[in-house]
């Protein structure tokens, strides 16, 4: 069956890095849109950012420049690399597959990151 499961999650301090990454398996990893999603405690849930088959980036403009989304359509893993972590990173992120074209959208059951000192 379909699983996406995060891990890297974990308590940070201002300014610090967190890797996150995401295992994927029971789909076809490489022709899906992989992407972070988080959702701060009483707030929806947001895009972090997006990363296509063919490794095509985008962000939203919070994380522009700090976070960086690669994947390894090999081992089928998607990664976030956070840099200059702020309070306001801190959520539960979560792991995307997406294949419009089929209309299949998939979810992790999320990590969460807490950045405080």
């Known amino acids: 069956q379909v699983q996406l499961v995060e891990s890297g999650g974990g308590l940070v301090q201002p300014g610090g890095s967190l890797r996150l990454s995401c295992a994927a398996s029971?789909?076809?990893?490489?022709?899906?849109?992989m992407g972070w999603y988080r959702q701060a405690p009483g707030k929806q849930r947001e895009l972090v950012g997006r990363?296509?088959?063919?490794?095509?980036?985008n962000y939203a403009d919070s994380v522009k420049g700090r976070f960086t989304i690669s994947r390894d359509n090999t081992k089928n893993t998607v990664s976030l690399q956070m840099n200059s972590l702020k309070a306001e990173d801190t959520a539960v992120y979560y792991c995307?597959?997406?294949?419009?074209?089929?209309?299949?959208?998939?979810w992790g059951k999320g990590t969460l990151v807490t950045v405080s000192s």
């Open positions: 995307n597959a997406d294949r419009p074209l089929l209309g299949n959208n998939y």
């Open positions: 990363i296509s088959s063919t490794g095509t980036t």
């Open positions: 029971g789909f076809t990893f490489n022709f899906y849109i």
